[in-house]
């Protein structure tokens, strides 16, 4: 859903379905492109990246696809799991060392 | 754990007052980075170091905010004469730097300004 002041859009999956999550994102000179996870209390962690010559990249249960068209990232989670009850960041950056401009987050919860 | 630490990890504080949090990044990282984070919103940037040059600042880094990174280690931020609108989430990061080296982050500091 949309997101209002300070109301994240939420999706609510069940455990074991997959789960994609979107974003847009806003410069085209942007390089690199990262899916950051956080937890109540914690600070962002990284998932996974994907560099802009690149149209999809895999990891362990997770896959990021980058349409530079239409300036739209993805995640998507695989078997998703209690434990990936979290908000996800997609962000941004000009270079892989250069300051990270996050992106609104989405709020994921999985009932077992 | 990432290995980034932040303290203190909360802050409660009255309007008008100083604060001070540290960060120690991962040994190696010679990039520091402070962002802000307010409820319901993704970080925002405020500054970097590298090494212990402060080599860009956020415009939402006012007068009141100073960073610094002396020895090029670990990183202090100071803001004085705190407001009420300064209450967020203080989120430190690090990476060493290098092409395609992601940034740490610590668990941040949590401040509420009364």
């Known amino acids: 859903g949309e997101s209002v002041g300070l109301h994240l859009p939420t999706l609510s999956v069940q455990e074991g379905d997959n789960s994609i999550i979107n974003c847009a994102y806003s410069?085209?000179?942007?390089?690199?492109f990262i899916w950051y996870k956080q937890e109540s209390g914690k600070g962002p962690q990284f998932i996974i990246d994907i560099r802009s010559n690149m149209d999809k990249r895999q990891g362990q249960r997770v896959t990021v696809l980058l349409n530079k068209t239409v300036k739209h990232l993805s995640l998507q989670i695989a078997a998703t799991q209690p434990g990936d009850s979290a908000v996800y960041f997609c962000a941004e950056q000009k270079t892989s060392y250069d300051k990270v401009i996050f992106g609104p987050g989405t709020s994921l919860s999985v009932i077992p | 754990d990432t290995g980034v630490s932040q303290d203190p990890r909360h802050k409660i504080t009255k309007r008008g007052q100083n604060v001070t949090f540290r960060c120690d990044p991962i040994s190696e990282h010679n990039r520091l980075y402070w962002y802000r984070q307010t409820l319901g919103q993704g970080p925002e940037f405020l500054t970097y170091f590298q090494n212990e040059a402060q080599l860009e600042k956020s415009r939402l880094l006012s007068d009141r905010f100073s960073a610094e990174r002396p020895k090029g280690s670990f990183s202090t931020l100071e803001i004085q004469r705190t407001e009420q609108g300064d209450s967020a989430m203080y989120l430190c990061?690090?990476?060493?730097?290098?092409?395609?080296?992601?940034?740490?982050f610590g668990p941040g500091t949590r401040l509420l300004v009364l």
């Open positions: 410069n085209s000179a942007s390089d690199y």
């Open positions: 990061a690090s990476t060493r730097g290098e092409s395609q080296e992601t940034q740490y």
